[in-house]
């Protein structure tokens, strides 16, 4: 394995922000509240727009801190190294992010009232993200040719396992009171309708005003030019720009302009096998 990553329960993750010991405090000291929220996530699949709308939801439209705190800071990654500083003494209510499959999750988790929302997006555009994340993040590995990235992804060979496994994990969960379910896609197409739905979730309705004042800073193009949340701060040698944005378009379809229509002939048939037998009624074009 690449001196980059590290693998821990079979899944690999980024040793650049990962550590058995955060991995171990997180899987089995992390202390989870029943006020806690978790926003699960497959990497590329709208953590950082959660990241944006998530304090603004809690802060009733607030703009201040997403604009002046990090968003890594703001809502903080469940098993990254940071994690125990920022999260150990947080005043409830907290809410964290995480691209943890459902069985590695905090071991008081499962008894727990913490609430998790899962954002889902086409796997498609989430291995096309990601290839052009890992042409500019230098502490991930070279993607290597499109096609062979889409063989890697596929096999569950990338960061944070298999996109497969992921969705799997955390599906079975769909129905329970604690658990919400939202795609990237309908996010896109319906943002009001959304923020309707979180703010009941996490028991914070929000006025016309508010939604409309989350709306417009969660737009993509507010979002990418907001220092807090594009990663303009990282340096060069660990995420390089100059390739690419971290924030690069926001949108749906965009595997599209990147697949053959023999590689998504191959990729639909991989998705048909793995997905068989889940009631999972999303991307299956």
């Not at 595997?255 to 191959?266: C, D, G, L, R």
Request: charged share 25%; proline share 5%; glycine share 4%.
């Amino acid at each position: 394995m690449s001196e980059l990553n590290l693998e821990y329960q079979g899944v690999i993750f980024p040793a650049h922000v990962h550590s058995v010991d955060s991995l171990s405090y997180s899987r089995d000291h992390f202390q989870v509240r029943d006020d806690d929220l978790f926003v699960a996530t497959y990497p590329k699949s709208g953590t950082t727009w959660m990241q944006e709308i998530i304090p603004l939801i809690y802060n009733s439209g607030d703009l201040t801190p997403v604009l002046t705190i990090p968003n890594w800071r703001r809502v903080p990654w469940l098993e990254q190294v940071t994690a125990k500083g920022l999260l150990e003494e947080r005043p409830s209510p907290r809410y964290m992010v995480t691209h943890l499959h459902h069985n590695m999750m905090p071991k008081t988790f499962y008894s727990s009232k913490a609430k998790v929302i899962y954002v889902a997006r086409n796997p498609k555009d989430a291995l096309v993200s990601s290839y052009h994340y890992h042409n500019m993040a230098t502490f991930l590995d070279d993607p290597g040719t499109f096609e062979e990235f889409i063989d890697t992804f596929l096999e569950g060979k990338v960061m944070f396992g298999s996109w497969f496994d992921h969705i799997r994990s955390w599906w079975p969960l769909k129905d329970k009171d604690n658990f919400l379910f939202l795609t990237y896609e309908d996010m896109l197409k319906d943002m009001r309708g959304a923020l309707v739905k979180l703010g009941a979730f996490v028991d914070r309705p929000l006025s016309e005003d508010t939604m409309e004042a989350i709306a417009n800073q969660c737009k993509f193009t507010n979002m990418k030019q907001n220092n807090m949340s594009n990663y303009s701060f990282v340096p060069l040698e660990l995420m390089d720009q100059k390739k690419g944005n971290f924030l690069r378009k926001g949108i749906a379809g965009d595997w599209k302009n990147h697949f053959t229509a023999a590689q998504t002939e191959h990729f639909n048939s991989v998705f048909a096998r793995r997905m068989e037998g889940l009631n999972f009624p999303y991307y299956r074009d």
